[in-house]
């Protein structure tokens, strides 16, 4: 998107207002995925300097979620201790199933793990938002394809 190759694309936000218009169409919250033995698995929430001494699984550098979770745990006092990365969800959360680990995923995924094999929790103090946008670059033009894409989208998928 910032090259300019690509007219739209979907992206975590926020993203920089000066260069992008953009609208949300998700906006959630990650949740704590941890195993069902685990020492939090029964709490309503848990807050995120809990999590201090905890073996992490996370997605790979080169996924967002990557840096925004080791930023929140360093604001949050602590360096995550990273114990695998994946770019898939579900292998993630076979870890977490597997007892190697917690890991943060966002709540959509979180519909899709088996509840059985894994406690989903939500995380307060701060708990971590994650919104997804649809983005297009200021400075270029844009087609009438691409206009009536980001209307067409915008409609079925609402804004939040």
Request: charged share 20%; with cysteine.
């Amino acid at each position: 998107m910032e090259s300019g190759q690509t007219d739209i694309g979907v992206a975590v936000l926020p993203v920089n207002e000066e260069v992008f218009h953009y609208y949300s169409f998700v906006k959630e919250n990650l949740r704590l995925l941890v195993h069902p033995s685990h020492r939090l698995a029964g709490r309503k929430a848990v807050s995120l300097p809990e999590l201090a001494e905890e073996p992490f699984v996370l997605f790979r550098e080169d996924f967002t979620l990557h840096d925004r979770i080791i930023r929140e745990c360093v604001q949050a006092g602590f360096e995550p201790q990273v114990v695998y990365e994946s770019s898939q969800w579900d292998l993630i959360s076979g870890m977490v199933a597997a007892n190697l680990g917690i890991a943060l995923l966002p709540e959509t995924i979180c519909g899709e793990i088996d509840a059985s094999r894994v406690a989903i929790l939500p995380l307060s103090n701060p708990s971590i938002p994650w919104q997804l946008g649809m983005i297009w670059r200021k400075d270029r033009y844009l087609s009438f394809a691409a206009r009536e894409w980001i209307s067409f989208t915008r409609s079925l998928l609402g804004e939040k």
